[in-house]
């Protein structure tokens, strides 16, 4: 069984900077997407960054230039390093993944339970 599990959200004030972290858990052969979401009350989950097994890198319009993805050392690990953070970020973040599972597959999609990141002075 699959699980990602996401951390790091919380309080902070504009302009401040947050990381989250998010883990890839249980039986993972190997992963072909690791990306951030978003969700604001009211409003559609949107792309926030995305990592892809090319090496790929894609930001969201809002964010680039103020967050990076990246991922640990250890492959199961995604970040995302928010800086100039502004109240329009606040919103539950939700770590995505497509992973396959074992050596036969198939590939699935994975979503985390969210954060809470909350933009406010």
């Known amino acids: 069984q699959v699980q990602l599990m996401e951390s790091g959200g919380g309080l902070v004030q504009p302009g401040g900077s947050q990381r989250l972290s998010c883990v890839a858990t249980g039986s993972v052969y190997d992963i072909n997407i690791m990306a951030w979401y978003r969700q604001a009350p009211g409003k559609e989950r949107e792309l926030v960054a995305q990592w892809t097994s090319s090496g790929r890198k894609t930001y969201g319009g809002t964010v680039e230039g103020r967050f990076t993805i990246s991922r640990g050392s250890a492959k199961k690990t995604l970040y995302l390093q928010m800086n100039d953070l502004k109240p329009e970020d606040s919103a539950t973040y939700y770590c995505?993944?497509?992973?396959?599972?074992?050596?036969?597959?198939?590939?699935?999609?994975?979503w985390g339970q969210g954060t809470q990141v909350t933009v406010s002075s």
């Open positions: 995505y993944a497509n992973i396959v599972p074992t050596l036969v597959g198939p590939p699935n999609d994975y």
